[in-house]
T-cell receptor
Framework: ETGVTQSPTHLIKTRGQQVTLRCSSQSGHNTVSWYQQALGQGPQFIFQYYREEENGRGNFPPRFSGLQFPNYSSELNVNALELDDSALYLC????????????FGPGTRLTVL | AQRVTQPEKLLSVFKGAPVELKCNYSYSGSPELFWYVQYSRQRLQLLLRHISRESIKGFTADLNKGETSFHLKKPFAQEEDSAMYYCALSVRDTGRRALTFGSGTRLQVQP
């Protein structure tokens, strides 16, 4: 077991609402990355945080935002939800920016109606 | 921009048969390649990374820079190998160490 946890497991929202997803990284891991996995696709990189600062972003609009806290927890916030935001959201942690080996959480399944 | 291609959505083999899951990538720099596996109702987990050059659960993968490939191989498939396999690439030349994933190949090992 890798120690990365995510909450909630499932979530249903309606279009236009806002959502916050949470992740608790493995202890000692200073880097957290968030990915979106649509049905039948591989995970797509949303953004990465290192020591509470954003350290890179994928091709996602600004309504996707995040936070990382000193206690190895982090959040993914999505504003103005769209139907296409329905997906599995994964967080992954790693020791630092040198190591590319990332350890994934179980994911949060978001459904937007 | 980097890209990872897994041409097969589904690979079905019989127990004891050899397995090769294909992965091709495009990136002009120096990438780091990984294979991740997701068993039924489990989280995504790291299987192999090319810099380790190790064999995990009988699987091996060799980075071929000339062919820009990182195929996953196992000489004799087992039923417990049935899972979703994702090839992923990380760019080593930037401070950001995000993974770019392929779309995955489902491996079905039949008895």
């Amino acid at each position: 077991e890798t120690g990365v946890t995510q909450s909630p497991t499932h979530l249903i929202k309606t279009r236009g609402q806002q959502v916050t997803l949470r992740c608790s990284s493995q202890s000692g891991h200073n880097t957290v990355s968030w990915y979106q996995q649509a049905l039948g696709q591989g995970p797509q990189f949303i953004f990465q945080y290192y020591r509470e600062e954003e350290n890179g972003r994928g091709n996602f609009p600004p309504r996707f935002s995040g936070l990382q806290f000193p206690n190895y927890s982090s959040e993914l916030n999505v504003n103005a939800l769209e139907l296409d935001d329905s997906a599995l959201y994964l967080c992954a942690s790693s020791w630092d920016l040198v190591s590319s080996a990332q350890y994934f959480g179980p994911g949060t399944r978001l459904t937007v109606l | 921009a980097q890209r990872v291609t897994q041409p097969e959505k589904l690979l079905s083999v019989f127990k004891g048969a050899p397995v090769e899951l294909k992965c091709n990538y495009s990136y002009s720099g120096s990438p780091e390649l990984f294979w991740y596996v997701q068993y039924s109702r489990q989280r995504l987990q790291l299987l192999l990374r090319h810099i380790s050059r190790e064999s995990i659960k009988g699987f091996t993968a060799d980075l071929n820079k000339g062919e820009t490939s990182f195929h996953l191989k196992k000489p004799f498939a087992q039923e417990e190998d049935s899972a979703m396999y994702y090839c992923a690439l990380s760019v080593r030349d930037t401070g950001r160490r995000a993974l770019t994933f392929g779309s995955g190949t489902r491996l079905q090992v039949q008895p």
